[in-house]
Structure formats: C-alpha cells, structure tokens
C-alpha cells in the first residue's frame, strides 16, 4: 500500500523558512520519496514561486497554484500580467515537472476576474493579450459590449489587477485594521486613475443586459473607491493630531463618519455583501441545531477574530 500511495504535499514551508529550507535539504526531503509518488502544491506561485528556486522541485512533479486571497478578505487584488506570464514559463522551462494548475485561496466570492483568468491557464498554449481579454471579459460578464464597461475593465487589469512584487498588503485598509495611530497605508496603483475608472464603469449603466452583475460590480468598484478615500482622510486625520489642530481634526473626523454610512448604505444594496447571507450559507449546510450554532461561530470567526486570540 505504501508503495503503491501518493504523497500530496503544499510547498508553503519552504516560502515560510527559507532559511532552514536550504535546496540540499529541500532535495534530501523531496527525493526520498520516490520521483512520481509526490505531488507539490507550489501553494503561492503568482507572488512567492518556489520551482525555479528548487529546480522543478528535483524531479517530483508540482502544480503551479494562485492563492491570491487570505482569510476571504474583500479588496479588489490580482496579478493578472504575472498570471498571463508565469504559467508559461513554469511549463516551458528546463526540466518542467509542472503537471498541471491549481487554486488554494484561503477565500472565494471576490475577485471573479482573477479567477476566470487563472483557469484559464490551464489549457491556453500561449500568453493571451489581456486587453482584448478584458473586453471579452466584460462583454461576457453583462451580456452585451459596452464601451464604458470595456475601457473600465481595461483601466483595471493595468492598475488594481496589476499587482507585483512580495508585499503582504491582502485586505489592509485602515477601515478593515484595529484603530491605532501607526496605520501606513499603501497603494501599488494611483488612486486618482481609479477613481477615473470608477465614474467610467458607473456609465455603463445603459447598455447592457445583465443588470444583476453589473449591480453587483457597482457595489463592488464602490467598496473600493471608499476604502481608497477613507485611507486617504486618515492621512489628514492624523496629521491634524499630531500637530495639535483641533478644527480640522473635527472636520476630518467627521468625514471619517461620513464615509462609514456611505459604506454600509452601498454594501446594504446588495445581498452579496450582506452579513446575514454569510451567515446563512454556513448555517445552511449544518443538519441539527449544535451544529447550526458551530458553524455560525467559524462563519463569524473568520471575518473578525479569524483565530481565538485575534490572529
């Protein structure tokens, strides 16, 4: 039995501790399974891929994974150019053991762009062109082309869908971080070119013909317009703290307000937002009352606490 088995084993310990993980170790560890009998979730490969680094993983055949998302976080988030370029070349280079393409997002229900482009991958023979792709995308997605929602989608895939580089930034906004005066927040694209493509895709409300989509869209591109602006009024708020000027403090504290009530009015609008739809679908899956409540407890765990000492 144990020779016959087939080891599937995630590669985020190596990302976690390099240090320790030096390539003869990874090697030793890795080939004394016998070459074939081990599957590797190269768990990160779209931010931190580990094949080059391990040399196709020394002969064991590995899967290249998004993960893209930790603990369900909401934010519009992806790296669709690194996408569109590190499958390929994962398959293409010397010695490829890559046997297929994967998804290990520690959450779904956000970001659907990124993921129809990940599948994507799995049987394209060549990078696409990801503008013409995004038209496509947003004439697929409402059902009819429309020339706001394609310059939108478009202005997306190369700001907010164009994220490089090994920061941690998932879900850091200071709406969504424990109140504190050390809050840095940080951008990999310009908030004024969002903004723009926000009032674009809000055009494209003639048109069209999934209205549900779009809706849910609208909601969406808002969330993160209101975050970016809310980021944006903390800065001033904690300027006007530090030097001691208790007008604009007040002014800008009232913003601050201001911009919480527009939030919860736009999230509100739609049922995908909703809490209670979160909490349904988790109690909806359980068959007695004690494990109704259990599962109401993680459901409402993960977006808060995430672990019970608030992780």
């Known amino acids: 039995v144990v020779q016959q088995s087939l080891w599937l084993m995630q590669g985020l310990l190596f990302v976690h501790d390099a240090t320790f993980w030096t390539e003869p170790r990874v090697e030793a560890f890795l080939t ?25 993983y020394y002969g064991q055949p590995f899967i290249w994974c998004m993960l893209h998302n930790f603990g369900g976080t909401l934010g519009m988030f992806g790296s669709a150019q690194i996408i569109n370029r590190r499958v390929f070349e994962g398959r293409s280079m010397k010695n490829s053991t890559m046997v297929g393409t994967g998804l290990t997002p520690e959450g779904i229900n956000q970001n659907y762009v990124v993921y129809e482009l990940m599948n994507e991958m799995a049987y394209r023979q060549e990078p696409v062109n990801l503008d013409n792709w995004l038209e496509d995308y947003a004439s697929r997605r409402y059902g009819a082309w429309n020339e706001y929602a394609v310059a939108a989608w478009k202005n997306l895939g190369r700001t907010v869908y164009n994220f490089s580089g090994i920061r941690k930034i998932r879900g850091k906004y200071v709406i969504t971080r424990r109140p504190s005066l050390n809050l840095v927040p940080w951008n990999w694209y310009d908030s004024e070119t969002f903004y723009h493509t926000w009032h674009l895709f809000l055009q494209a ?31 001033a708020l904690l300027e006007s703290f530090n030097k001691r000027n208790v007008t604009t403090f007040i002014l800008h504290a009232g913003q601050l307000l201001e911009l919480f009530d527009d939030l919860e009015a736009i999230l509100a609008s739609s049922k995908d937002f909703l809490l209670g739809t979160w909490l349904g679908m988790a109690k909806d899956l359980a068959d007695d009352n004690a494990e109704s409540k259990l599962y109401e407890y993680n459901a409402r765990n993960q977006i808060t606490l995430w672990g019970p000492r608030g992780e």
């Open 205 to 235: 409300r003639h048109g069209r013909q999934n209205s549900i989509l779009y809706r849910h869209d609208v909601v969406d591109i808002t969330r993160q317009a209101l975050q970016l602006k809310a980021d944006e009024i903390y800065i």
């Open 32 to 56: 004394s399974v016998p070459l074939g009998r081990m599957i590797v979730l190269d768990l990160q490969s779209e931010q931190f891929p580990q094949y080059n680094r391990l040399k196709s």
